[in-house]
Every structure is written in C-alpha cells, then in structure tokens.
C-alpha cells in the first residue's frame, strides 16, 4: 500500500490506475518553524473575478507552501470496496493511514526514512508475500531501498500538493461555500497523478486570505459506474509532531523483497 488514493494512494501494487487517489487518491521528529497561521488576521477578501483557473490555482499552491502544513482526508467506495485515507502533510515530515476494506498500512516520513506498519492483509497485497514478524511493527525503509519511491510518494506537501491542480483548459465556478468557507472553484480534467482516465476535477479554493484549497471532487465513469471521490483539505499551518517510531526493524533483516 504505497500510498494510495481512491485513485491513487497505495495502490496494493495494482496497476497506477488505483494507485489512488498513492492514490485518493494513500513522517518525523517535527516541529515546524512556523505556527499555525491565523487565517481570521490574514483574511483579505477577493473574489478572484479577474483571474484564470490557472492563476487561481497558482495563487492557492503558493499560500499552501507558505502555510507549510496541512490535513488531507478522504473516505469513499471504490468497486464497492471502502477506502479511506488521513494525511497529516509538511514539507520534511509526514503520515498517512490507509484503509482499503480489511487492509491498512501507516506511513510515516521522518528524516528521510520512510517507516510502515501494516497489517498481514496490507502487506500481502503490497509486496505479495508476508513476514508474521514484521505484521503490525514499524518497518524502515531507507532512501536506497527499491521500496521507498512508492510509500514516500503524496505523504509530504510539496509532493501531495502535486496531485491538487486540474489539468487542461481550466473554468471557473461562482463563488459558493464549501466547509463553512466562501470558495471559488477551478474545474478541468483529471490531475494526472489521480490515476483516472477520464472524468473531471474541481478544486474549491478559499477566497479570503490565505487562498488555500478547501476541498477536491474528482469523478469518472469506472466499469459502467460514475464514481465520485472527494478530499478535504484542513489544518493548515498546525504545527504537527510526527517522531520516528520506536522500536524499528530494517525492512533488510525482514523477508520482505528489497
């Protein structure tokens, strides 16, 4: 379960398709320098009535950066099966935990290491075999491990805000209210690194200060069936304290494939 969203997050090593949504689509000893910024004091209204969806999008990416963290969740059914995934994302640390039916993993970021702990249903489907030892203990993973691209992917915010932006030309909603926030939306194609193929993208970003993203919908007719996935962003510039886990095993003195 590499990080998975309904379209991308962990994928169980299934074919980048859902890899959700990594994918929708599936951390460290942290304290981040800034704290949690007042979003009443830093409010300034804008209705963004004279930019593109591209500028838009340019404007929110840019205040998530500076706001340096944030929350990202998502529950839903894909194919019938349940998913869920909450993502605590900051520019050097992070941790995601992951459901997909009876299967679950957490991944956290920390220093550079990744470090999973799964259950044996997890980590059957991500490596395709399982080792009763390492079942439901935190495994390091280091940089040089074949394993470590894919549970790293969409954990920290520079990588997760990677998969927010829509792709092709891009509208504009009317200003509407999304979680008690006056938002705008940006709507075009599916972000490439959502894993769908088709369908179209929203991205509801707030109008006041700082233009953050507030919620994601994303939607495709997979097998006959329309499926409608949603992320909402929150917490920004919570100053979490992800820490290294303790006590960790080598995924090398595991039998798990390197």
């Not at 951390?27 to 910024?37: D, H, N, R």
């Not at 591209?54 to 019938?80: E, F, N, V, Y």
């Not at 690194?193 to 919620?215: C, D, I, N, R």
Request: proline content about 6%.
């Amino acid at each position: 379960m590499t990080s998975p969203h309904p379209l991308r997050h962990h994928s169980w090593n299934r074919p980048r398709r859902t890899r959700p949504v990594a994918a929708f689509v599936v951390a460290a000893s942290l304290v981040l320098s800034l704290g949690p910024v007042s979003e009443a004091a830093a409010a300034t209204s804008t209705t963004f009535a004279a930019e593109s969806g591209h500028q838009i999008m340019s404007t929110a990416l840019a205040d998530a950066l500076t706001m340096s963290s944030c929350t990202s969740t998502t529950a839903t059914k894909i194919s019938g099966q349940s998913y869920s995934s909450i993502t605590d994302s900051a520019k050097t640390t992070g941790q995601q935990t992951l459901v997909i039916g009876n299967a679950w993993t957490v991944v956290r970021v920390v220093e550079g290491v990744v470090y999973i702990k799964e259950n044996v249903t997890a980590m059957q489907e991500q490596f395709g075999v399982s080792d009763l030892k390492a079942v439901n203990h935190w495994i390091a993973i280091p940089r040089s491990n074949s394993n470590f691209a894919r549970f790293n992917t969409y954990i920290l915010l520079p990588s997760m805000l990677g998969e927010v932006t829509p792709s092709g030309a891009l509208k504009t909603t009317a200003t509407t209210t999304v979680n008690h926030r006056l938002v705008v939306g940006v709507t075009g194609k599916p972000n490439i690194h959502l894993g769908l193929a088709s369908g179209t993208e929203t991205v509801y970003v707030s109008v006041t200060a700082p233009h953050v993203p507030v919620e994601m919908v994303a939607s495709d007719v997979v097998q006959g069936q329309r499926e409608t996935f949603v992320i909402n962003y929150s917490n920004w510039g919570t100053n979490f304290r992800i820490v290294k886990p303790s006590p960790t095993t080598p995924i090398s003195a595991t039998k798990l494939p390197s």
